[in-house]
């Protein structure tokens, strides 16, 4: 039975898939490196207390939370877990969430291994700092499911979910464009803004709650000017590993702007959009799912090691959208990804080398490559035949 597992890619790779955050969350309690999941509880804890969720506390944790008030929510039961338990269920909660979101993309049951294998090592990088990155990918592919499906309650609740706990799941507002009930989207989405806003109001006051979105601002504010490192020195800060971070770190231009970027960014991003023919097209609305994950990614100062399982999720969607036989410069792409992205996050690089591709913002190169070549065919692909044997047409 052992030996038929791990022969059968199709069982291997859910195993590890599960497996892996399962070990990692565990090994990270044993050696007491919780810093981060010492951050989530303390959103809970704080918003009870009515002190702020921006501060700094040397006592609980290093660093600050940048997390919405609705976090504490979500948080809540691992508070009154043991951390020996509560560290790898909620390492396994993210798995879960992402298994479950690649499960619901139109691929063969066959095929669906390809793309827990491309994400495999990004995964355990999150998961090994308890983060919650792959539950905002899996947020921005649920939105994207239900309005394929038509189902716009849940599609908008999705999108605001994940606005209102790490802000990069409002991205999945783009998809309004394929919906076929596009004044119920948009009432949806003011509908579950409410809800989501006044939610964590259950367990605080209402004033404390509409202050610390005030709070939450100017820390993503502050933490921006930080990650770009202006504020923190040249070449220092392990985040902004980004487009604007590789210019910024390798050029020399420290005090170059995001918005030289960003601007540029969005409109290749939404030009595709222009392409109303084709809306109805699957593999354009794969590809779309896939540049706006690596776009959330590399055009963001936030962007460090762990968010990069989004980044690389989007590659994993793109790569089952090529025509078959795979051609060799999308394999090229692919294996640049595995290994100056995801591995690079590993010990299969010396601390030095591993050190410096981060630090310089390098890690985030092959991911800007696969959004431009995406972008391309989103623009350029005439094509609407699916040429490739892993995506279900019905």
């Known amino acids: 039975m052992t030996f038929s597992l791990f022969k ?9 898939w599960f497996f892996t955050p399962l070990l990692a969350g565990f090994l990270k309690w044993r050696l007491g490196e919780v810093n981060n999941y010492n951050i989530f509880i303390g959103v809970y804890h704080h918003l009870v207390a009515g002190i702020n969720l921006y501060d700094f506390y040397p006592q609980e944790y290093f660093d600050s939370n940048h997390y919405g008030p609705l976090f504490s929510l979500i948080i809540m039961p691992f508070t ?9 269920l909620w390492n396994c909660l993210q798995a879960f ?44 592919i649920f939105s994207w499911h239900f309005v394929k499906k038509d189902q ?3 599609a908008t609740l999705f999108v605001m979910l994940g606005a209102f706990v790490k802000l990069y799941g409002i991205v999945g507002l783009a998809f309004w464009v394929f919906s076929e009930s596009k004044i ?13 806003f006044v ?8 004033s404390f709650v ?48 995001n918005l030289f970027f960003i601007i540029p960014g969005f409109i290749l991003q939404i030009l595709p959009l222009l392409r109303f023919k084709q809306y109805k097209n699957l593999l354009f609305q794969l590809r779309f799912l896939a540049s706006l994950s690596i776009f959330v990614v590399i055009f963001s100062s936030s962007s460090e090691s762990p ?24 394999w090229i792409l692919l294996i640049n990804v595995t290994l100056v992205t995801s591995l690079t996050a590993t010990d299969v690089f010396p601390d030095w080398l591993r050190m410096k591709i981060i630090l310089y913002s390098i890690k985030a190169f092959p991911c800007c490559l696969v959004w431009f070549a995406c972008v391309y065919q989103l623009l350029f692909d005439e094509t609407s035949e699916i040429k490739t044997l892993w995506i279900n047409q019905d």
């Open 8 to 16: 059968d890619k199709r069982k291997l790779f859910p195993f590890l």
């Open 80 to 88: 009154f877990i043991p951390k020996g338990f509560g560290i790898p």
């Open 97 to 140: 969430a992402l298994y479950k979101a690649l499960t619901l993309l139109p691929i063969k049951p066959a095929y669906q291994w390809i793309l827990l294998a491309i994400c495999l090592v990004d995964l355990n990088t999150a998961a090994h700092s308890a983060q919650v990155n792959a539950t905002v990918v899996a947020f921005i």
């Open 152 to 154: 716009v309650i849940w």
């Open 184 to 196: 119920k989207y948009i009432a949806y989405c003011f509908l579950w803004a409410i809800v989501l």
């Open 199 to 206: 939610l964590p109001m259950a367990i605080s006051s209402p």
């Open 210 to 257: 509409v202050q610390s979105y005030f709070d939450w601002f100017n820390s993503l504010v502050h933490k921006n000017i930080q990650n770009q490192g202006v504020a923190n020195g040249m070449g220092t800060s392990m985040q902004d590993v980004s487009l604007m971070g590789l210019v910024r770190r390798v050029g020399g231009f420290p005090q170059l702007s």
């Open 307 to 330: 968010t990069f399982i989004i980044a690389v999720t989007g590659v994993a969607i793109w790569f089952i959208t090529q025509d078959f036989p795979i051609q060799k410069w999308v």
